[in-house]
């Protein structure tokens, strides 16, 4: 009987051990699901190249990463348990045994906590991308090209686009969509700063002119051309409120095609548009080599 008991006591120690770190990301993805949404729906995107093929290997990945993991669990489990056993059995506790799983766990916890947040922060981030590209494809009909995750010093361009109204540097920002704040999903620009319902930013607007000012003077550098390089801010599925005028446009990503359509700041020819991809596409190639 005590034998049971001591085997019993192993095999509850070891299943507290693993659904506690389990516990921690189920929490918090719930308190996210619970407090905030997802500014736009993939489902209703227009569909990407190989987006089929992406979500499978995206699904792949979690089975393969699942399985590894499960035959380690099956593996070390019968040893883990053994040795368990064989200390509650003894009647001496290894308090250091004890302490340095405790300490792993909290330890454990809470790296887990930090990357679940940054891994729903660059999954808001990748679905507001996708959805902007999936809007430009309107752009292609009118004869622009179109180019993402361009990238520069230290940081992308998310868009860029060309055509023969001037050249376009989308800079696209998620924001979760907060429950508390009910229906009321709607940014206001108004005293220079962003509004949203509980919080207001100003970075993304100085982050869009310096990115658009990098790509002015590395197509100078790399053309010739002083072409006037348009900052454009996208935020996916927010409605957007002007207040006041913008230094540049400030749009959902449903407004994206119709205000570059409607620009008429700069004019350029076929020859300067096919020199600005090329450099474009030097630059993407070199980009991915690296």
């Given amino acids: 009987m005590g034998n049971f008991l001591n085997q019993g006591l192993s095999l509850l120690f070891v299943i507290i051990g693993a659904y ?22 993939r489902k209703k995107l227009l569909r990407l190249a190989a987006q089929t093929l992406n979500d499978q290997v995206n699904d792949k990945i979690f089975d393969v990463v699942g399985y590894i993991f499960l035959a380690v669990f099956i593996i070390t489990m019968p040893f883990a348990l053994k040795g368990i056993a064989e200390m509650f059995a003894s009647g001496q506790l290894n308090y250091f ?12 916890a809470r790296k887990l906590w930090l990357e679940s947040d940054k891994l729903i922060k660059l999954k808001l981030g990748r679905d507001a991308e996708l959805a902007v590209a999936a809007e430009l494809i309107e ?21 860029l686009v060309i055509g023969s109204n001037g050249v376009f540097a989308i800079e696209t920002k998620g924001r979760h969509k907060r429950i508390k704040d009910d229906i009321n999903y ?29 790509v002015y003077k590395w197509l100078n550098e790399a053309t010739g051309f002083q072409t006037q390089v348009t900052p454009i801010l996208c935020f996916p599925g927010w409605f957007v409120e002007l207040k006041q005028r913008p230094p ?18 700069c ?24």
């Fill in 267 to 290: 004019q350029l020819n076929e020859v300067m548009q096919k020199a600005i991809c090329y450099q474009v596409i030097q630059r993407c190639a070199y980009s991915s080599k690296a």
């Fill in 20 to 41: 506690s770190i389990l516990g921690v990301i189920f929490f918090k993805l719930w308190i996210h699901q619970k407090n905030a949404k997802l500014p736009i729906d």
């Fill in 186 to 214: 709607k940014v206001r620009f108004e005293n220079n700063l962003l509004a949203f319902p509980s919080w207001n930013e100003s970075k993304p607007i100085e982050q869009a002119e310096i990115q658009s000012q990098w």
């Fill in 139 to 159: 752009l292609q009909s009118h004869g622009y090209q179109i180019f993402h995750d361009i990238q520069a010093d230290g940081f992308n361009i998310d868009h």
């Fill in 248 to 265: 540049f446009p400030i749009v959902s990503h449903k407004q994206l095609a119709k205000a570059i359509l409607s620009m008429r700041k």
């Fill in 97 to 108: 045994f004890i302490i340095f799983i405790a300490i792993g766990l909290i330890y454990t």
